[in-house]
Every structure is written in C-alpha cells, then in structure tokens.
C-alpha cells in the first residue's frame, strides 16, 4: 500500500503494546520485547508477516491529522475485523485516552455516520452514541 506523506509511524510504536499479537503470545498491552521505546523495532526486517501486514486506520485515512497519531493520543483507531465496529482502543494503563477532545470529536462523528463505535482498554469497552453520551458495554 502506498504510504500517504506525513503518516509514517515515526516514534510511535503504540500496536506493539496494545495490541494482543495471536502468532507470537503477545498479550495485549504489554510492550512487545523486541520493541526499543522510540526507536521501534529491533528485528525490523525480521519481524513476523502480522507486523509487517498492520496499519492502524490512522495511517490510511488522509482526513485524520497529524495530531491523532496513536502516540500522541493514546489511541489506535481500527476497524474490528469480527464485527462491524468502529473501534478506538487504549493502552490499559491509560483507559479513558479516547476521551481526548479530538478523538471523542471523531468517535461522535463515526457514531454519527451511522458506525458502531466502541472504546476499549483491556478488558473494558464504552460505546459511543451519536448523540455524545457514551457508557460502559454491557
Ligand atoms: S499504531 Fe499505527 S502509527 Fe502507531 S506504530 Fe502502529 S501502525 Fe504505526
Ligand atoms: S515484532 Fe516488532 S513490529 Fe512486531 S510487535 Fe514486536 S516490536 Fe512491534
């Protein structure tokens, strides 16, 4: 895929902490140990087809801003690909960084356009109404 300028990964390195990688028993949320911390991967061009195959939604959609990269909110935003939700998911060690102003703005504009939109953080998940209320899952 062609890489859109201003949307490399940069210092952020936010998949390989909060996300659960199957093919390696990663858990979700723990720092991946070949991850350098702002230097990014240490087997880079060794690193397993499920990390070179990843893209956060950030990185492919040209109306989400330079200052919603994942790092910089806390926030990866994607696309679950066992249901039709919109997701926004957090590092546990900070739950509610969807709240950012600028990704709740988002997460209330995805409900709006009619998406499933759901938060995450570890084992906790909210839904977000197009209205601006959101509350737990149940
Ligand atoms: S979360 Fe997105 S921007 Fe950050 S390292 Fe992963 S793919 Fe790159
Ligand atoms: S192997 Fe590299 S790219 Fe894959 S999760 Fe670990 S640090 Fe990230």
Known sequence: MMTIPGKA???CSLCCKVLEIEEFAKPAGELCEHCL?????????????????YECLWKNDRA??????PDRVGTILMEDPDSDEYRAVCDPAKPMAWRNPLVFKHLVAMAKAGR??????????????????WGPCI
């Not at 989400?64 to 990269?69: D, E, K, S, V």
């Not at 759901?118 to 601006?132: D, F, L, N, Q």
């Open 9 to 11: 990964c940069a210092e």
């Open 37 to 53: 911390q702002g230097q990014g991967c240490a087997v880079y061009h060794d690193r397993p087809q499920v990390c070179h195959d």
């Open 64 to 69: 989400l801003g330079p200052q919603l990269r």
């Open 116 to 133: 499933i939109v759901v938060a995450k953080a570890g084992v906790k998940a909210w839904r977000v109404h197009p209205t601006g209320e």
